[in-house]
């Protein structure tokens, strides 16, 4: 499984942006999909996580309200649309699969800045 995201960029804050996640390889291994982030200096935190069915979603209380993750199984493709975004540094954002024998597999990571 390869995960290749896309979507990040510098935005203002209030704005909205969307991540993508697009899958290669078997996707009938994946349990679930995460999507982390990570600012300068700060631990990564655990933004959003989606089953392989969508029957769990679970945020972030930072997020909640504003985030929304969801895939697309025919299209093998995991999104978070991002709205009312607050100020903060460049943060990674990386997408993750939980794959079964394998364990978390971690895509690149698009860069998102939110000027203030």
């Known amino acids: 499984v390869q995960l290749v995201e896309s979507g990040g960029g510098l935005v203002q804050a209030g704005a909205s942006l969307r991540l993508s996640c697009a899958v290669f390889?078997?996707?009938?291994?994946?349990?679930?999909m995460n999507w982390y982030r990570q600012a300068p200096g700060k631990q990564r935190e655990l933004v959003a996580t989606?089953?392989?069915?969508?029957?769990?979603?679970n945020y972030a209380d930072s997020v909640k309200g504003r985030f929304t993750i969801s895939r697309d199984n025919d299209k093998d493709t995991l999104y978070l649309p991002m709205n009312r975004l607050r100020p903060a540094a460049p943060t990674v954002y990386y997408c993750?699969?939980?794959?079964?024998?394998?364990?978390?597999?971690w895509g690149p990571g698009p860069q998102v800045t939110v000027s203030s």
């Open positions: 993750t699969a939980q794959v079964l024998r394998v364990g978390h597999v």
């Open positions: 390889g078997s996707t009938i291994s994946i349990n679930a």
């Open positions: 989606i089953t392989n069915t969508g029957g769990y979603i």
